[in-house]
């Protein structure tokens, strides 16, 4: 059954992959021949032998956080002796950084903090439009924008139209971990259901914010789970397009971290083989959204949760993007990951020996001019055949 599926994903125009469909290739397909069919799908939507990065930086401008994820080792109760937040010349001086070394957006986020007033977020970003007017802003997760507009006593909508008059490019993916509320409602049940986070980012979509998709798999969901979690992120961008909106401009999927938190400490001595992600699974991952999101153009690959070399796997199996060297990064880190940050010549290195050219890109997959950083930029062969491990 399998076999017939994929071969009909591998054909010149392949029906829309169905849930069930998906499950069963998720489940049962050859996990080469798999990852062979969305090599080959990738290469049908993005024709060019090339791999984008973005030169970017995360600043995470608070740690106070009232939401209590039980992944998250990152975030700090209101009241906590570790308790922070940037003031705006911090989070500036963090942007002139980046300058210097030709980046063009960051992504800023932070918790869900109760005692900053919606004044405090539309002058920042002002702030930062003013002094570095190169810089693409992409801030605030859904959950976060709930959160300013609950303390704010506004519509979210309301709160992301004024957030982009005052200069917001974007909105950040994060907080989608798993849109299935069997799952979500479980690892964190005040961040609310999977319809608030789909609503916010509709939203967002029709004011023509940029905008991602993310997902985080391994906590013990099954494989329907997470294609569930695909549809309603395949049917919302469905409902961009209708409206002639450009919607998600990426997918990104990477595994639960799980040394430094609550969630893994909750489940330390049961069967970890049920919890996390290893390379093969995350792999085959990347390989069925490939499939799955026939009206998503790119899928990223997670080099900062899976490490450079799987990362390259990823891309010879189904991504187009290999994500952005981050600069900062305090989240996933404080989950255990110990490497969150790469040169851009790491990127391109890892990028090149798969056999592609490295393209720098912006915040909306606009290619830029790339300098090879120790290269030849006139040796970058074709793609080579999927390797299987």
């Not at 430094?260 to 290893?278: D, M, P, S, Y």
Request: hydrophobic residues 35%; negative net charge.
């Amino acid at each position: 059954m399998w076999m017939k599926i994929l071969n009909e994903q591998r054909g010149e125009n392949p029906p829309r992959l169905t849930v069930e469909k998906a499950v069963i290739l998720y489940e049962n397909a050859d996990f080469n021949l798999l990852r062979q069919a969305a090599a080959e799908r990738r290469r049908k939507v993005n024709p060019e032998a090339e791999v984008t990065y973005l030169i970017d930086r995360n600043v995470n401008y608070t740690n106070i956080c009232t939401i209590n994820c039980q992944f998250c080792s990152f975030y700090r109760p209101p009241g906590h002796s570790e308790n922070y937040t940037q003031s705006y010349e911090e989070i500036s001086q963090r942007v002139s950084e980046l300058e210097a070394v030709d980046g063009v957006r960051i992504l800023m986020q932070g918790g869900v903090n109760p005692d900053l007033p919606f004044e405090w977020y539309t002058n920042l970003i002002k702030y930062l439009r003013e002094n570095h007017p190169q810089i693409a802003l992409d801030c605030f997760s859904p959950i976060e924008i709930e959160g300013i507009a609950e303390v704010s006593e506004m519509t979210t909508l309301e709160v992301l139209t004024q957030l982009k008059k005052a200069g917001m490019h974007g909105l950040p993916g994060g907080g989608a971990e798993m849109l299935v509320d069997d799952v979500r409602l479980d690892i964190s049940p005040k961040k609310g259901s999977a319809d608030n986070w789909l609503r916010v980012m509709h939203e967002a979509q029709s004011l023509g914010l940029t905008t991602s998709a993310t997902n985080v798999i391994g906590f013990g969901e099954e494989s329907i789970h997470r294609v569930r979690h695909m549809e309603r992120i395949r049917i919302l961008q469905d409902e961009a397009h209708a409206n002639e909106w450009r919607g998600f401009t990426s997918f990104i999927a990477w595994p639960v971290q799980l040394e430094n938190n609550v969630f893994g400490k909750r489940n330390r001595g049961r069967n970890r083989i049920e919890l996390g992600a290893g390379p093969t699974e995350y792999l085959r991952h990347i390989a069925i959204s490939r499939l799955f999101f026939d009206n998503i153009e790119h899928i990223q690959a997670s080099w900062p949760t899976m490490g450079l070399g799987v990362a390259q796997m990823a891309i010879l199996g189904g991504a187009d993007d290999i994500g952005s060297t981050m600069m900062e990064e305090n989240v996933v880190s404080a989950s255990g990951t110990e490497k969150t940050c790469a040169l851009e010549l790491e990127l391109q290195d890892t990028v090149s020996r798969a056999g592609f050219k490295p393209r720098r890109r912006d915040s909306d997959y606009v290619l830029l001019e790339t300098p090879l950083v120790g290269q030849d930029a006139q040796t970058f062969p074709s793609p080579p055949p999927i390797q299987h491990i």
